[in-house]
């Protein structure tokens, strides 16, 4: 039980999956930054500088303010989408499927909201079961069919997609593909906000969306770590058959993360449609990035659910700052692009804590004296 | 000189480190040409990590390697191929899913515009097998045929190759008493022949019976070589573990009180084939006694303890534990009602690798209304002074307490753990499935003494394991299991290991009532 | 009815090309789940040469360059997947759905750069090839055979040939099935899987071209491959990873795949009434059902998916 000397500050796991978050955020940035130079040389770094700045673009506080809402707005969702994939993800469950879920979710919530005119409570808890229910049958393929739920959450992310499409087309605003204004059809179907609205310069669509979204992060927080249930999610998670031996119900488990997980993605998706953010596009033929944004988002924040909510913070930071590119040089998809960068090498996290594992080890090796032959095995067998 | 040494192969103080271990340390093993010379010790005392050097698995970060005389370098498994070694590991290395034949040539085919050609190399190996007297069935899959069939054919693999020096890796554990005695008349031929064998055992006997000379490792040093002609078994066990050995167990005779686990009809499916893998099994376990399930890998004892755990499902059958029918129980209800298992598999099963120990000292009981509260919270204090508890009472060793994850602790510590925690629980039966496998004498001591201490405490062990050792000295009954059936029931006392040894080959068998 | 048949075969081949890919990568132990992205970018290469090349060139030349473009694309953009997979022992799935993204994303970003340079209006993510793409086909009546659809019968008989038959295939399997043993025999592991997953690169890279000119003439690539990457997987499982099931199984799925082009050509279908989401929906619905049904004894390369670590024994 030796103590911690002062140098163990970076064999803390905490202090590693930041080191790592920032050093994926600083390559990606740079290989945005030569795409960005490729394009066109000339305003490669003022366009870099505008992704980065987002809202602070705008000269005035209160113009900023507006438009830091907005990029919280969004925030939100892909905040909840990240927290689906991470939960399911401490189960051992690659929860790609949270994009289909996110859809089944806005499906459920603007159907009812527009067709049958129900208040906001109402409609979120009809995208929360929705994207439940898309979880569990990902949960019961999986638990009982041994259906791998990658490919299993792709397949549903697009039954998703062209059912939802399906069920708004009665709702959709007759010249344009667009589902009707919520705001316009069913006031009572928009989230409250509490007076939030005032501290973003009058923002509209700002709501309790976003405070929820931070409490649920903290909530799902206490669940692993403080309770029997988290306890038996990450066990099954780490080691399935040691889950199995001690009793642990794994196939009940894996069913209800997964739906917890879908129900997480479904809110999301109630989270921005019932501010009257956007609308659904009846028409589109690919599912909405969110869901995909949310593995950048959970991954960056190191899975843990306190970092996520920065990590989705600082995603749709780029993306919102992407919009403000000058769209008639650079591609606003940059953000994406950068985005996507940084998902790929957060797959070297893992390398990248074995090798700074394996350097502090031999540091400390060296500060010792020579170790005597199989000290540690030995030491241990024998009394 | 060259060509001319007496050795085919010398390694020559060799070390080899891996953090925080020295697996060699200065290490010198010469192997005569035609001989078959030992490698003798116990887990764990660097025999596997001095044979890895030698095929080019690992490379030594001093010493150095002589073929016939002359230095060599080998960097890889290719390099100990071209200067014919060959190497028949403790596990298998056969891809399942291909035949005897392709497993045979795979890495040394022989093509034409890139089309393998099998013909000539299956008369190649059709000869050495009859040579040899190697049976295999070229066309078989891996997976359809027996263990001794599958290690014929990795001997195979090195004759195919015209290897000249053969390692043996273990080579007996898998094998029945009848497959063991063919394998060392066909390593005899071999050395016949002219092959120069290494043979790796940590068993005596065998090593008695088979071997020219042999060398000891103890801890990763080199402690000496000897003739066996020389030699006695007393003296190479005291070499190999440093000091005399008493591996008898000493218990006093006890008689068992009332049935704790009786089990009837049981029939258990297997994973691996088609055919169940426990057959129609009936037996007893008592209150203070040991009751040992002895056998030879594979013949269905995994999934016999699978089945009383509820891992796996029977098919038929009925159990019973303290009198409460457990057939269709689930696995916690079983742990609930009194049954412990310290399980096979310690890695897969036994520990979550990546918890602390604390977390996993509780694995058991962390649902239990001394270490959760009612609306599902962890008493995170409980748990760590319960795990302080236990620590101290089996004597827990770990670099940091009840916080050290059980990934970095030592393999007879993460053991003793598990078998804390099973005890702890106070179980009326306790299950234990190769509760010493890769341990060093002094934890497996430990072990039996708390396997003892169990049945003394008048609570019912069933023990299943490998080492007919083990089995003599610590069961108060044995039962035989082959092929999926018990066999046959023995005292300790009045039978041998040779005569265990026929039914646990299916040479003999007697009907035995539950 | 013709149409239906082209249309089969032509997603068919798309599914072949692309499963076979899995296939290769699978059997060396790698899990693929970059095959979607792959193909965007092999799709990509492939577009943008229609784009640019002269309609005048000869059509065989023009099939020959469009399919060069959309190898190199493909396996150049297949090597992040290698490098991170098998040499930094990265987690496959998360590696894979980043793959997936960055090229959807990177696939636009070149696109809109390039229309943008042509033209600062046009900010659209589409590529035309109306009058290049003609090279492709050959009217047979009114069936249109596309080139392609040999290639990918080629491919087909390729693959079961070199799996089952040849020196490579035998190392390649054992890679994946049983890694330290290939290791043991003096194969390297890192090599082999480095071949399956650029075989994966160039096969899928393929399949996304065909794909992308099957019945239009333009692309627009915000869209990406509409999930076809993910059927292929579907295709690859339901095959049990041996390439003759593999074809059987592409036509199968490119059956529903086609359907949902031309529904509307048949008059009993159209009769029906059913909304397209619905013939849309079809194929992914179809492949869910067959997972469920082939998923629980599959014959899946035993070692896919685990990074191979030369120290680990």
Known sequence: ?383 | MAGNSEYAIEMLNITKRFPGIIANDNVTVQLKKGEIHALLGENGAGKSTLMSVLFGLYQAEEGIIKKDGVEVKINNPNDANDLGIGMVHQHFKLVQCFSVLDNIILGDETTKHGILQKDEARKKVMALSDKYGLKVDPDAKIEDITVGMQQRTEILKMLYRDNEILIFDEPTAVLTPAEIDELMEIMKNLAKEGKSILFISHKLAEIMAVADRCSVLRRGKYIGTVNIADTNQDELSRMMVGRDVQLVATKEDKEPGKVILHVENMTVPSKLHHNNAVKNVSFDVREGEIVCIAGIDGNGQTELVYGLSGLENCTSGKITLSGKDITHASIRERSTSGMSHIPEDRHKHGLVMDYSLAYNLVLQRYFEPEFSTKAGFLKKGAINSYADKLIEQYDIRSSQGAATIARSMSGGNQQKAIIAREIDKNPDLLIAVQPTRGLDVGAIEYIHKQLIAQRDAGHAVLLVSLELEEVMSISDRILVMYEGELVGEFNPKTTTPEELGLYMAGAKRKEIGA | MVLLLQYTLLFASVLILVALGGCFSEHSGVINLGLEGIMVMGALGGALTLKYISPSTPALLIVLAVMAASILCGVIYSMLLAVACINLKADQTLVGTALNMLAAAAATVIVKSINIAENPDNVSSTVQYVQTKKALVVSIGSFQFNWFMLVALIALILAYVILYKTRFGLRLMACGEHPQAADSVGINVYTMRWSGVLISGMLAGIGGIVYITAGVSEWKFEVGVAGFGFLALAVMIFGQWKPINIGLAALLFGFFRALSNVYSGFDFLAALNIPGSVYNMMPYIISLIVLAFTSSNSRAPKAEGIPYDKGSR
């Open chain 1, 1 to 383: 039980m030796g103590k911690k000397s002062s140098e163990g500050f970076l064999s803390k796991p905490a202090v590693q999956s930041t080191l790592a978050a920032l050093l994926c955020i600083v390559i990606g940035l740079l290989v945005g930054y030569v795409a960005l130079l490729i394009i066109n040389p000339a305003g490669a770094t003022e366009a870099i500088i505008t992704i980065l700045k987002n809202y602070f673009t705008y000269p005035t506080k209160a113009a900023a303010m507006k438009y830091l809402g907005n990029t919280l707005v969004k925030a939100a969702p892909l905040l909840m989408c990240a927290l689906s994939i991470q939960f399911c993800y401490q189960a051992g469950l690659f929860n790609i499927g949270a994009a289909g879920q996110y859809v089944a979710g806005a499906g459920a919530a603007l159907f009812c909201a527009l067709q049958l005119k129900m208040p906001w409570i109402i409609c979120l808890l009809a995208a929360l079961i929705a994207g439940g229910i898309f979880g569990i049958i990902v949960g019961l393929l999986k638990s009982y069919l041994n259906v791998n739920e990658v490919i299993s959450g792709i397949m549903l992310n697009w039954i998703g997609l062209y059912t939802v499409n399906m069920l708004l087309s009665g709702v959709k605003e007759t010249a344009s593909p667009y589902t009707v204004q919520v705001a316009s059809v069913n006031k009572g179907a928009i989230l409250p906000s509490l007076g939030m609205e005032k501290l973003f310069s009058n923002n509209k669509y700002v709501t309790i969306a976003i405070p929820l979204a931070i409490l649920i992060a903290i909530l799902l927080k206490v669940i692993l770590s403080m309770t029997v249930f988290g306890y038996e999610i990450k066990a099954t998670g780490i080691a399935k058959d040691a889950a199995k031996y001690s009793g642990m119900k794994e196939k009940r488990n894996v069913i209800i993360t997964l739906f917890i997980g879908g129900a997480l993605a479904g809110l999301g998706a109630a989270f921005l449609f019932l501010t009257g953010y956007e609308q659904w596009s009846v028409t589109q033929s690919s599912v909405p990035g969110m869901g995909f944004n949310g593995i950048a988002a959970t991954f960056l924040g190191g899975l843990d659910p306190i970092g996520t909510i920065f990590a989705s913070y600082f995603i749709q930071h780029i993306t919102s700052g992407g919009s403000y590119l000058d769209k008639n040089i650079y591609p606003s998809q940059i953000s994406d692009f950068i985005s996507a960068i940084i998902i790929y090498l957060c797959g070297f996290v893992l390398f990248f804590k074995i090798q700074l594992n394996g350097w502090l080890r031999a540091r400390d090796e060296r500060a010792k004296q020579p170790p005597i032959v199989q000290s540690k095995k030995e030491e241990g067998g024998n009394k």
